[in-house]
């Protein structure tokens, strides 16, 4: 592990870019709880440790394989930068997965491993992060893991589309027949709330909402309303070549109207020409306008774009900022 810049490569099929920061108040926030991870084509990674960038090489990675990640670590209970950054360095072991089944077999074993380990220290209460997750295995569909609050946008045609579900009260009341879907898109996407259900590490309180239970409790089309079985946990997806697809942590959207910040996304990725460009473009936004009733939050954010090789302008591959 090294301090020292690396540049990653994920051309020619792949433009990414990441930014983290403490908050648009350095004052107000001292720490950065959130995490990202990036391993590129060759197996180098970069990620956060101690609120500080690191490179690391990964011995016997599969070439052309891509994983990237962020997760915001649960501060409310404790411990949540060391939660994020051991997640980081669990999915730094484990190898490239080209199936559901062996990604969820080994993120289900992280979750508990770690368990064990936050457990053993039984001076504070168990901590607790968000984890979305893509897994880009060449010649196979990419592969989505979600868990927690942070979530995955497609932005395209003027519209920024959440692809991940926010594992939240609204969500186990409507799993649950209790609320409409326009009260669950009012409630997780049209307020800010910050009570989780489920993080990883954490557990969850879908399949008992009265205790926590120590299992990560996958969202299916079996046990979501029709109107969100489309969009369940762990499952693959398609990148459109024509849209941008945004990781973020919920600091992006921690205010009284989230619609009206998030609408703003496709106007500020459209005027940039490649993932960095639209990073910036994110934090831009939320450090120097951020929206009214602002709620002050950790910011992190990867913007991945898919390329089509034949008619990239350059065959030199792109660089994560």
Known sequence: MTQEAHPLQFGPCF???????????????????????LIDTTGWAHFQHSQRRQWQRIDNWIPGCVRLAV???MGGHGRGREAAE???????TIPPCDSLAELARHLDSLHA?????????????????????????PGKAPLLYHVGDSRLYQVKDGVARPLTIDHVPATAYAMAGLFSEAEWWQQVHGEHRS????????????ANPSELSDPLFALTPHNLPPFLKHLHDRRAIELDPGAAYVLATDGFWACANPYDLIDRWPALLGRQCDAAGMTGALFEE???RPPPNFHIDNLTAIVLRRLDPAQSASPADKSAA
């Not at 051991?86 to 730094?92: D, E, I, S, W, Y």
């Not at 009570?195 to 309180?205: C, D, E, K, M, V």
């Open 15 to 37: 433009d990414v870019a990441v930014q983290s920061c403490v908050g648009a108040d350095p004052h107000t926030l001292h720490e950065n709880q959130d995490n990202f991870l």
């Open 71 to 73: 997760l915001d670590g």
């Open 86 to 92: 051991a997640v980081v360095a669990g999915l730094l």
């Open 113 to 137: 491993s770690l368990q064990r380990q936050f457990d053993g220290d039984t001076t504070s209460k168990r901590p607790g992060t968000t984890l979305t997750l893509l897994e880009l295995v």
């Open 195 to 206: 009570q989780l259900s489920q993080a990883f590490i954490l557990g969850n309180a879908f």
């Open 286 to 288: 939320m450090l120097t």
